[in-house]
């Protein structure tokens, strides 16, 4: 694939429950994945397998919200803003931390990000 890949929140809980059949792939094959503070943050507001949860943050990195994500999202932000084409603030977090650590981001929320101009899609 070349780049190593960021998931999504989605395509966790999609993992957890069997059905992310791309991610395993990734997973069987050795490739480096990540996920986001933001993620882990929304991840562990579930009121259900949280025990999952932990056990599959534990094991993978998580890449933090850092001052020049900050500066990627403001941006991003103010762009997609005077487009009229803003997607969730908590969205342009994650965008911003893929686009950081030049990783592509696989979600389920395709049409979402790709509004992201910078974002690589996995």
């Known amino acids: 694939m070349g780049k190593d890949i960021c998931l ?5 809980i999609e ?3 069997g059905r992310n059949a791309a991610l395993k792939k990734l997973l069987l ?3 480096e994945v990540y996920t ?3 993620s882990a943050f929304e991840l562990r507001l579930r009121e259900t397998n949280i025990e999952e949860v932990e056990a599959f ?3 993978i990195k998580i890449l933090p919200f850092d001052d020049i994500s900050s500066k990627i999202a403001s941006n991003t932000f103010k762009e997609l803003k005077k487009k009229g084409n803003p997607i969730e603030l908590k ?3 994650i965008a911003s931390i893929a686009i950081k650590n030049n990783c592509k981001l696989l979600t389920n ?3 979402h990000f790709e509004r992201v101009g910078e ?4």
């Open 119 to 122: 974002l690589e899609l996995a």
């Open 91 to 93: 969205d342009f977090f």
């Open 57 to 59: 943050l534990k094991d």
């Open 15 to 17: 993992y957890l429950k």
């Open 109 to 111: 929320n395709k049409k």
């Open 36 to 38: 986001t503070s933001i």
């Open 29 to 31: 094959d050795g490739t």
């Open 8 to 12: 999504d929140t989605d395509s966790i």
